[in-house]
Structure formats: C-alpha cells, structure tokens
C-alpha cells in the first residue's frame, strides 16, 4: 500500500514513520546554465509541473524512498548538503514544504491532491489533441530535419525567399487572386491553420533531438486568440544548448513551411500561395518579441536561466524602491538581475497600457463586432442562397475572426477580476483594516468601470476615419467619442460632430442621435486650397503617362510657383501622351507662374503618334497681376532602350534638369524657356547615337496674354491657350502662354520633379 509505513523494530515500542514520496515525482537535478547564483534543483510532479527546490529540500526528497524513517532521511540529507540536519528537520520540512507542494504522500498514506500553476497569461482552456504517447511517436521522424547541414540549407534558402517574396515580388497579385477566388483564400487559410500545428511539431522534435520527451499537444485560448500549444516542460533538465534548439525549433519549421510553399508556387503559379509565406514571416516576427510567453520569452529565460520570467517582476519592482528587501532579487546573477530589470520595466508598462486600452475601448470593439457580424451573416446567408459554398465558407471564417477576440477578450477580464478577487481575500485573510481599504480600492474600480462603459454614444462601431490613437481611445473615456480631438466650433470635417442650423422638410421625421437620418452636407475637400473663382471649370487631372503644372493664386501680393518635370517611357502602339502648364490669377499684385516641361521616349514603332503640348495663362478680375504658363515637349522614337554610357549620360542630365526645375525663382519667364530649349537639344545630342534621323531641331510657339492695368482701374479677365499637339515621334513643340512677362521671385511650389529615368510603359511622373 501506497503510504508512510510503520516499522516495528523488536526493540521498539512505538511504529516509527516512513515518508514516501508521491506517485510520478522524478528528480530532474539540478538547473543547468542556471541564472540564479545558487542554481535550484528542478522536480516534475506527476500532474507534470515542474517546481524548483532549495538543495536542501531536494536533498530531503533524493532521501525518501519508502524504506528510511526520518532519521535515516536526515542522515542522508546531512552527506547530501555537509550541513547537519536534525530528523525534527526533516519532519517539519515534509510537513510544511513538500506535502503541500504535493510531492509526499499525506500522513493517512493517501496520494495528494494537487493544483497546477495557473498563471492569467497562458493557455485557458485547453483542449489536448494528442497524448504524449501519440506526440513522441509522430514527431521522432521530423527530429531528423535537426541536422546542422539541413539547418544552414533551410534557414539560407527562407531568407531568399523571404527577400523575394517582400523586396521583389510583392503581396498585390497574392491578395488580388485570393479574394477573388475564394477557394485559394480558403486554401490559404487552411494551410496557415495547419503550419501553426506544425510550429509545435518543431518544439516536440527540437526537443526530441536533445535526447528530452515532448508532452501533449492540444489547443487553447492565448489571451484573445486561439492558439497551439505542446509540453515542453522535461526542457527544463537539458542543457542550455538544448533549450535554446526546443525554444527555437517552431520557428525552424516555419521556415521549413515558406520554402515548401515556395516549392509549390514554383510548379503551380499561384499566387495566393505567397500569402502563406507572408503568413509565416508574420507569425515569426510575432512569436520573437519576449513580452508575453511566445517564443521569445522562453528564448530570453533560458539564455538568462530564470525559468519564469513573471514570476520575478515583484521582486524586481520591490528591489527598486527604497528601504525594501532586496533579498529575492539579489538571488540572480548581476548581469541575469540588469537584464530581467530591463524586462520588467518594459513589460510592465505595455501590459498595464495594453490592458486599459482594452477595458476602455472595450464598447466600441463589441459595437464593431456586432456590426460586422451582422453584415458578415447577411453576406454569408446570401452567398449560400445562390449556392456559392466556397464563398460562403469565407464568411463562416469572417463571423470567426470577428466573434473570437470579443469572446476572449471577455474571458481575460472576468478570469482577471476572479484571480484578483481571490488573491485579495487570501491576503487579507485575519486582517479587517486591509481587507477594508481592499473594498474601498474596489468600489472605487467598479465605479470607474461603470463610468467608462455607460452608453453615452460610445457604443458606435469603430469607423475609417477616426484616428484610434491611445490619446483618442482615452479621452474616449470622457468624451464618448473616438477619433481624435474635437472640431473648432462651426466647422464640419469627415468623422466629427458640430452643430448648425439646417432646414428639414416638416413631412419627415426630426433625426437624433440614436436615430440619424443620411443627408448631404457639402464642405471644402481642403481648406488649404485657393477658392475657384474662374468662370470655367478647373483642369482635369493629368492621367497615366501625363504632365501637368497648375499654379492657381487668388491671394493678393501672393507669388506661387508650379513645376512639373516629367521623363516618360513608351512601350505601347499609341502615343497620346500630354503635357500641360496652367497658370491663373485673379488677385491684385499678385504672380502665377506654371511650368511644364516632358520628355516622351517611344521605344520601337507607335502606329498612332498624337501628343499633345498645352500652356494657358489665364488674369481674371486683375489687378497689376501676372500669369505666365510654359510647356515644353520633346517626344523621340528610339529602336531600343539606351544602356552603358548613353544610358548614364542621359540619367546625368536628367538629374541636372530636376536641379535646375526646383530652383526656378529669380529667373525671367525668357530665360526659363531658352534654358528648357537647350535641354531638349542636350537631350537629343545625348540619344543621337539610337535615333535613326538626324536630331530634331527645337521650334517654339510663344503667345502673350494680359494688360498693364493702370490704377484704380480693372479688366474682367484675359486669357491665351496655346495648344501643340504633336504629329510625329520625333519632334520638339514648346508652347507658352503669359499676360505678362516678369521677373518674378517668391517661394517654388514643385509637383513633379523626378530625379531619374523611370521605366515605366506611359506611366503619370512621380
């Protein structure tokens, strides 16, 4: 029978004690690579908990096994430790140290009942999916992949594929592809689902391959988010070394996992298949940071030898204050006690930040939530309706991803409130003052609470245009509305609230706040921009492949300068490429000056050639003001692309035309034309060796528009269009357009000036 046994010596009158130690109790020795100056001795319970004992409890443990009384036990523990122990020792260390760990049987010989560590950051609840009989045997094939030769290989060919797939490749056709073919999107994430179980696999098999045993493998609850979990806990009686391969053995097979992938989109050519390599680069840069118990955690307590980093942050945070012990805390090592330090004082502040954020922001996510879900279950209804099951399977994991973080958010904050409320009552336990001030502190919170989840408009789903800062989230908390500061009174912009007076037609109902009725309200799409006061309507926007300069003042004394400098390449059957230069006033003493300049190089034949060369300068309701407008276009037809020197010299050149385009103020409106000339002529000498004809001589087309308005006295408006469109590929057609040449000076405005040649079929300047 299972249970302290009595012996009954001949000599003796009464039965002597035999301690045993509980069922599944296994001596890990001492910690390896320990961070503690003192390293601790390591036991595994039966129920799998690891605990850490003094060398004398561990001596005391290593003693008992079923047959020494006490005295034999304290014996024992005497050579163990060279320190003297007493059996009184011994009976008082079992009674009050080790019985209540669970690791000795009680004293009626009946096994002790025991309750795992629950920390509030881990796994809750969990689900096992496979035994650690099932877990050893499936993963010992994959220990194989641990080979030094086969680690270089993999980890070498991730990084390429990383850097091509993120530098070179892209995510747009990926995510383009997915989401209109929602079986690859559902593909995509069954095979993310299925490598998040194949990260614990590299734990178990890391493990394995350092001689250790993996337990169960299941899922749980991570804070807000569904998880994968395996029982790495017999890590903790290898070395250092062995450790480190176990912690980092899950992100190894992610990489297994994208140059797989890789593989695959290199038989297939599908590019929804990149969205899980991004998915595992993703997964990696999440699971390093050591703030919670990813694997970044465990990487940090391993290399310092603290197992439980959390379990430390009170000691550290007492040893800081003055006149508090320091004694727990001195127990590390001086460089282990500096890093730790670093830890908790980073950790302490983002969970603390991290959780008011959640608790304040906590209407607005379940606001959100019910509204997505809503939109989500019509969308999902009506996908099924008309038999598009694929389609339908993306809303069912839409509705998922919606409903898990409400729900374990929620699950967080009530496991939060019932540890606190335990603790506190443990604590203070026999002392009624404590306990006291404990329910003040929690009236307190509870009023807070209330206060900051009382519907007062902050029950709103979380719109596209509020700003969501941590500012914004906790004036929320005031202010019902998050978004970002309140609008100056009597002005209206995207995602605020003033007040006005409006008209309503009195056969409708009167909108509210929890009732608003859709209207049309019209404001400034930027305020900074100068009114349109001309009597036509504004330019369109330059299009793919076009140049545009537009300098528009309307403030008196006011001087704005426009500049676009654009180099174009064409690829394509037709040439249709614009150049354009606007320069409009209607102020009093003031200056507009536009200047377009576009080089268009068609490489090979274009069957239809029509470019187009516009300046219009435009003086409405002036007053001594001046409009000057200048586009010059210069359109080549070269066999091929240049490369080497010409490829070089013209790239030179180009970067002197962007130089000489940002510093326009201070020359006259004629000596920016003839300069632009002598660029068209350096442009065409420098391509002389690919063009087939001789180079194509510059021909300009000036016109003058305006009046020098005496004083007192005003002109409705004069304006000059020039317009050259282009016949040819090969031609030079500058066009300008003033009311009245200057010498202008003020601050220069550039739009467009790109310092280099950009390959790119008939693309718009950048």
Request: with cysteine; hydrophobic share 40%; glycine share 12%.
């Given at each position: 029978m299972a249970g302290p046994q009595l012996a009954q010596p001949s000599s003796a009158v009464a039965p002597v004690e035999v301690p045993q130690a509980a069922d599944g109790v296994v001596l890990l020795g001492f910690s390896q690579g320990s961070?503690?100056?003192?390293?601790?001795?390591?036991?595994?319970?039966?129920?799998?908990?690891v605990l850490q004992l003094t060398p004398l409890l561990y001596a005391v443990l290593a003693a008992i096994d079923g047959r020494r009384d006490y005295a034999d036990v304290a014996v024992h523990a005497s050579d163990a430790t060279g320190r003297g122990v007493h059996p009184d020792d011994v009976r008082t260390l079992v009674d009050d140290r080790l019985r209540p760990l669970g690791l000795v049987v009680r004293a009626d010989g009946s096994q002790p009942s025991v309750r795992k560590a629950n920390p509030l950051l881990t796994l809750r609840p969990r689900v096992v999916i496979s035994s650690p009989s099932v877990t050893r045997r499936v993963t010992a094939p994959f220990a194989l992949l641990f080979a030094p030769w086969l680690v270089g290989l993999v980890s070498i060919a991730f990084v390429g594929v990383a850097y091509w797939v993120l530098w070179h490749k892209g995510l747009a056709s990926a995510a383009h592809q997915a989401f209109a073919r929602p079986g690859l999107l559902l593909m995509v994430f069954v095979v993310t689902v299925l490598s998040a179980g194949f990260h614990e696999f590299g734990h178990a098999s890391a493990l394995r391959r350092g001689g250790g045993t993996p337990g169960a493998m299941g899922f749980g609850l991570y804070l807000a988010w569904p998880a994968f979990y395996t029982d790495v806990t017999d890590a903790y009686r290898l070395d250092r070394r062995a450790r480190l391969r176990t912690d980092l053995g899950g992100l190894y097979f992610n990489a297994i996992v994208a140059v797989a992938i890789f593989g695959w989109?290199?038989?297939?050519r599908w590019d929804a298949l990149l969205l899980v390599i991004a998915t595992q680069i993703l997964q990696m840069v999440r699971q390093l940071p050591p703030l919670l118990r990813f694997d970044g955690y465990h990487v940090l307590a391993d290399v310092t030898g603290v197992p439980d980093l959390f379990h430390h942050i009170g000691p550290i945070l007492r040893?800081?204050?003055?006149?508090?012990?320091?004694?727990?805390?001195?127990?590390?090592k001086l460089w282990v006690r500096v890093l730790v330090t670093v830890w908790v004082l980073l950790v302490v502040p983002v969970m603390l930040l991290t959780g008011l954020l959640a608790i304040v922001a906590f209407p607005r996510l379940v606001a959100t939530a019910w509204h997505a879900m809503h939109v989500q279950w019509h969308a999902l209804v009506a996908e099924f309706g008309a038999g598009h099951v694929l389609a339908g399977g993306t809303k069912v994991l839409a509705l998922l991803a919606v409903l898990v973080p409400v729900v374990g958010i929620s699950y967080m904050m009530v496991r939060l409130v019932r540890r606190t409320a335990r603790s506190t009552m443990?604590?203070?336990?026999?002392?009624?003052?404590?306990?006291?001030?404990?329910?003040?502190?929690?009236?307190?919170?509870?009023?807070l609470l209330f206060f900051a989840w009382w519907p007062r408009g902050n029950y709103r789903p979380i719109q596209a245009n509020e700003g969501g800062t941590i500012g914004d989230a906790i004036s929320a908390t005031w202010t019902g509305r998050l978004g970002g500061a309140a609008p100056a009174a009597g002005t209206l912009s995207e995602g605020s609230t003033v007040s006005a007076d409006t008209v309503w037609a009195s056969e409708l109902p009167v909108p509210t706040r929890a009732h608003p009725a859709l209207s049309l309200v019209l404001v400034p799409r930027d305020s900074s921009a100068p009114t349109w006061v001309f009597p036509f309507?504004?330019?369109?926007?330059?299009?793919?492949?076009?140049?545009?300069?537009?300098?528009?003042?309307?403030?008196?004394?006011?001087?704005?300068?426009?500049?676009?400098?654009?180099?174009v390449w064409v690829n394509s059957d037709t040439v249709l490429n614009k150049n354009e230069a606007y320069a409009f006033a209607s102020c009093a003493g003031c200056t507009a000056v536009a200047v377009s300049f576009q080089v268009v190089l068609v490489i090979g034949h274009a069957s239809v050639a029509a470019p187009q060369n516009v300046a219009a300068a435009?003086?409405?309701?002036?007053?001594?003001?001046?409009?000057d407008a200048l586009a010059v276009q210069l359109v080549l037809t070269l066999p091929e692309r240049p490369t080497g020197p010409v490829a070089a010299a013209l790239e030179s050149l180009w970067q002197e035309i962007a130089t000489f385009g940002a510093r326009l103020e201070g020359l006259t409106f004629a000596q920016i034309k003839t300069q632009l000339e002598s660029y068209e002529q350096q442009i065409a000498d420098t391509l002389q060796p690919l063009l087939s004809s001789p180079a194509p001589t510059a021909s300009?087309?000036?016109a003058v528009a305006g009046s020098s308005t005496p004083a007192g006295s005003s002109v409705p408006g004069t304006a000059t269009v020039t317009s050259a469109p282009g016949s040819t590929p090969a031609s030079s057609t500058p066009a300008s357009s003033a009311a009245e040449p200057s010498s202008p000076s003020g601050s220069v405005s550039s739009s467009s000036a790109p310092g280099s040649p950009t390959p790119t079929g008939g693309a718009p300047p950048s």
């Open positions: 961070g503690y100056r003192r390293p601790p001795a390591l036991v595994r319970r039966g129920d799998g908990q989109w290199l038989s297939v040893s800081l204050l003055p006149g508090k012990g320091r004694q727990q805390a001195t127990q590390l443990r604590r203070t336990d026999g002392h009624p003052v404590k306990r006291a001030l404990a329910g003040l502190l929690a009236f307190v919170l509870a009023g309507n504004r330019p369109a926007a330059p299009g793919p492949g076009d140049n545009q300069s537009m300098a528009v003042v309307t403030k008196d004394g006011a001087t704005v300068y426009d500049v676009a400098f654009a180099l435009v003086s409405y309701n002036c007053l001594k003001c001046v409009a300009v087309s000036a």
